[in-house]
């Protein structure tokens, strides 16, 4: 069973950063594609980085230069590096896996395991 676990969330000052991680278990096949998606209070879930097979990236305009996703495939763990954190970035932050392999995913529908996500809170 694959479970997707997410860690290092937390309260940080506009300008700051902060680092999630995901640990997966349970997915033998480490060339899937992975992402990051977000939701704030109120809003619906929104895509913020993804990263393919072949570890070719694409992020969201709204973190363009100031998120970098990135994969360790021996640790199977997938991170997101926040720096330049804004007030707009609050939300609560999921990861998730596809079965597919190939360039990144972007939408919801592509993805076929999710974590409980970890909450990120930025003040301004």
């Known amino acids: 069973q694959v479970q997707l676990v997410e860690s290092g969330g937390g309260s940080v000052q506009a300008g700051g950063s902060l680092r999630v991680s995901c640990a997966v278990s349970g997915y033998t096949d480490r060339s899937y594609c992975m992402g990051w998606f977000r939701q704030a209070p109120g809003k619906g879930r929104e895509w913020v980085a993804g990263?393919?097979?072949?570890?070719?990236?694409t992020y969201a305009d709204s973190v363009k230069g100031r998120f970098t996703i990135s994969k360790d495939n021996a640790k199977n763990t997938l991170s997101l590096q926040m720096n330049s954190l804004k007030p707009e970035d609050t939300a609560m932050y999921y990861c998730?896996?596809?079965?597919?392999?190939?360039?990144?995913?972007?939408?919801?529908?592509?993805?076929?395991?999710w974590g409980h996500g970890t909450q990120v809170t930025v003040s301004s």
């Open positions: 998730a896996a596809s079965r597919s392999l190939g360039v990144p995913r972007l939408r919801a529908v592509e993805f076929d395991y």
């Open positions: 990263i393919g097979s072949e570890r070719g990236t």
